[in-house]
């Protein structure tokens, strides 16, 4: 969420900065029902000064002005009681305005509207010919039996799948893989955290409102009142551990690592581009979150897409780094990098990670904050995510990258000690 001081002060410039990010954003309506409720603030405090007024004249009066008084006090009361429901709604009005905003672009971010409007940073690794035709994944995975998207339909529907024998076991590997990297080489703390969340922890992390169609939702019969979800990321769960703490400046930077399954209903998704593992409604990620202080935060960035690359590179697949223009960039974030690996199938980039920096954005919607001894004072944190790395995209590109023939795929060197001596994986296991 934006500091609505900030916002109002500097509202010309944020309108032209927010332009790109949004489809309508009336700084006016906001500026209006922000002093509206400044004013009502004001005749609360008023009202309340008045009736403690006549509160304290009340134990020293004659018998004949008992009532008399008794009956202000009790005008006061409902008058207060009254402009109180009405300073809720518009606090509620305009909190739901405020959500509804997203995060203010970063001055190094591009202007844009699409994929050409992105700035390419980094190439990485050779593009390797293949000789032969590559053999499909889902045409392997059918083949082998190994990696199944169709019986799985009888169970959950569309956009799920089943992995079995080698194919299951390189999917675990890569994952163990990922983790041991992060927290033996980039010193991440591994953490096991919870698949179902509350809705606030959703519009904490700025999924909700604006993504409110591609959640899954849980209704739980015993507690009639909250609403749960499946998370679309660990990040919900991971930044919300810090929900409305105060940290202490020695506890920073905080560096943590989580692999999950995240859940999302995908249900615009179509196109060659989001066949088999790249676009499922059940996937595992690899999630990384640095929490750290605001002068900071910019170099975790850089860190943290370093510490996500680092896997890329100790796998040998080729990629680049992009800088995301404004209205391709995530909602909660002021600056974005995407890692893509090359697929020789499609012979396109395939995004395997997003690492965003969210400024304050996310830390002033949970409120999480950290004592900063030299001012004497509660600063709100600077938060930083990125998948380190979608494992199931990984798999994928991996089976297209390290085919040697066609249906014959090289398990890569790094991965050897995760997959118990097998080295190749084919149309027989």
């Not at 990125?386 to 991996?398: E, F, Q, T, W, Y």
Request: aromatic share 12%.
């Amino acid at each position: 969420m934006l500091n609505i001081k900030f916002l109002l002060d500097n509202f010309d410039i944020l309108s032209k900065q927010l332009n790109n990010r949004i489809l309508s954003f009336n700084i006016k309506e906001i500026f209006y029902l922000f002093n509206i409720k400044k004013k009502i603030k004001f005749e609360i405090e008023l009202l309340q000064s008045k009736r403690n007024f006549f509160t304290k004249k009340f134990f020293h009066i004659m018998k004949e002005d008992f009532f008399f008084l008794k009956n202000i006090i009790k005008f006061f009361k409902i008058n207060i009681n009254f402009k109180k429901k009405i300073l809720n709604k518009i606090s509620f009005i305009l909190q739901e305005k405020l959500l509804q905003i997203p995060n203010i672009p970063h001055k190094s971010v591009p202007l844009g509207k699409c994929d050409v409007d992105n700035k390419i940073i980094l190439n990485w690794g050779i593009i390797k010919k293949k000789s032969f035709k590559i053999m499909d994944h889902i045409k392997f995975g059918k083949l082998t039996g190994n990696l199944n998207f169709y019986d799985v339909s009888n169970i959950s529907g569309s956009g799920f799948v089943v992995m079995k024998n080698s194919i299951a076991f390189l999917y675990r590997a890569l994952s163990q893989f990922m983790l041991d990297v992060h927290t033996k080489k980039n010193f991440y703390s591994e953490i096991y955290v919870p698949y179902i969340v509350n809705i606030s922890s959703l519009y904490g992390t700025g999924q909700l409102p604006k993504f409110y169609k591609d959640i899954f939702y849980v209704n739980s019969k015993r507690e009639k009142n909250i609403n749960y979800a499946l998370i679309p990321t660990s990040e919900v769960s991971l930044i919300n551990l810090f929900k409305n703490k105060i940290l202490k400046e020695t506890d920073l930077p905080i560096k943590l690592v989580s692999n999950t399954p995240c859940f999302r209903s995908e249900s615009k998704s179509y196109g060659k581009n989001n066949r088999g593992l790249i676009r499922l409604k059940q996937f595992d990620k690899v999630e990384l979150i640095q929490v750290v202080k605001p002068k900071y935060s910019m170099l975790a960035l850089e860190k943290l897409t370093c510490d996500a690359e680092m896997i890329l590179k100790m796998l040998n697949l080729p990629y680049r780094k992009v800088l995301l223009c404004d209205k391709l960039m995530s909602f909660s974030s002021c600056k974005t990098y995407d890692l893509e690996v090359w697929s020789p199938l499609d012979k396109s980039y395939i995004e395997v990670s997003s690492c965003s920096n969210t400024w304050d954005f996310q830390s002033r919607r949970i409120n999480i904050r950290y004592k900063d001894k030299k001012l004497n004072s509660n600063i709100f944190v600077h938060v930083i995510n990125g998948s380190g790395l979608a494992v199931g995209r990984i798999l994928m590109l991996i089976l297209e990258n390290f085919q040697v023939d066609t249906g014959v795929i090289k398990i890569p060197d790094i991965l050897l000690n995760y997959m118990d001596g097998l080295k190749f994986i084919n149309l027989n296991n």
